[in-house]
T-cell receptor
Framework: ETGVTQSPTHLIKTRGQQVTLRCSSQSGHNTVSWYQQALGQGPQFIFQYYREEENGRGNFPPRFSGLQFPNYSSELNVNALELDDSALYLC????????????FGPGTRLTVT | AQTVTQSQPEMSVQEAETVTLSCTYDTSESDYYLFWYKQPPSRQMILVIRQEAYKQQNATENRFSVNFQKAAKSFSLKISDSQLGDAAMYFCAYRGRNRDDKIIFGKGTRLHILP
C-alpha cells in the first residue's frame, strides 16, 4: 500500500510568482484535502476534492485553486504569491468525503521572499 | 462557526509518567467527530485517536485515551507511560458529519518528554 506523497519537499518563490504543488493520494482513496500550516499554527483547511470536483472550501482567496485527476492525485495552485503564503502545505487523502480517517503527506515547505 | 481551543502551547512530562492535554471546542451541532493528531518533528501527521460525539464511551487506543465531556465541550487526551517517541505537536480537531464540513484544528500543544 502506497502512502500519501507530495512534491516538491521544499520550494522558494518570489512574491508575485505562481506555484504548483502536487499530491498523490493513498491507494484506494478518492478524496484529497489541502491544508496550509503556518509556523506555530494548526493546519487551516483550503479545499477538498472528491472524484475530481471541489467539495468544500475554506476561507482562502480565489488565487488558491486546485485540481484532481482521474487517478485521484491532486494539484494546488497559488497565483500572485504573497509573503504570508509562506507555510507548510499539507495534503491528506481519505476514502470518501466523509472519511474521517485522513492520511497526511509529509508536506511541501513553501517560502516566499 | 465552530472553534477549537488548545490552551497549553507547551507541556513537559517525565518519561513513563502520565500527561493530559486539554482541548475545548464550540459547536451548535449535536453530532460530530473529534480527533487528536500527532505531528512529530519533520514527520507526517498521524491520527492518534478519534471520538464520535454520539458515543458516550471514551475512546482508547493503547496508551492513549480521551476524556470526552460533551456538555462541557471538552475533549482531553491522556497519554500513559509516556515514551520518548511521544514527543511531538498534538492537535485537537473537530469535524461535523455533513459532507461539506471541514476539519477544524486547534493551534496545537508541543509535548516534551524528559528522560
Amino acid at each position: 500500500e502506497t502512502g500519501v506523497t507530495q512534491s516538491p519537499t521544499h520550494l522558494i518563490k518570489t512574491r508575485g510568482q505562481q506555484v504548483t504543488l502536487r499530491c498523490s493520494s493513498q491507494s484506494g482513496h478518492n478524496t484529497v484535502s489541502w491544508y496550509q500550516q503556518a509556523l506555530g499554527q494548526g493546519p487551516q483547511f483550503i479545499f477538498q476534492y472528491y472524484r475530481e470536483e471541489e467539495n468544500g472550501r475554506g476561507n482562502f482567496p480565489p488565487r488558491f485553486s486546485g485540481l484532481q485527476f482521474p487517478n485521484y492525485s491532486s494539484e494546488l495552485n497559488v497565483n500572485a504569491l504573497e509573503l504570508d503564503d509562506s507555510a507548510l502545505y499539507l495534503c491528506a487523502s481519505s476514502s470518501g468525503p466523509l472519511g474521517y480517517e485522513q492520511y497526511f503527506g509529509p508536506g511541501t515547505r513553501l517560502t516566499v521572499t | 462557526a465552530q472553534t477549537v481551543t488548545q490552551s497549553q502551547p507547551e507541556m513537559s512530562v517525565q518519561e513513563a509518567e502520565t500527561v493530559t492535554l486539554s482541548c475545548t471546542y464550540d459547536t451548535s451541532e449535536s453530532d460530530y467527530y473529534l480527533f487528536w493528531y500527532k505531528q512529530p518533528p519533520s514527520r507526517q501527521m498521524i491520527l492518534v485517536i478519534r471520538q464520535e460525539a454520539y458515543k458516550q464511551q471514551n475512546a482508547t487506543e493503547n496508551r492513549f485515551s480521551v476524556n470526552f465531556q460533551k456538555a462541557a465541550k471538552s475533549f482531553s487526551l491522556k497519554i500513559s507511560d509516556s515514551q520518548l517517541g511521544d514527543a511531538a505537536m498534538y492537535f485537537c480537531a473537530y469535524r461535523g458529519r455533513n459532507r461539506d464540513d471541514k476539519i477544524i484544528f486547534g493551534k496545537g500543544t508541543r509535548l516534551h518528554i524528559l528522560p
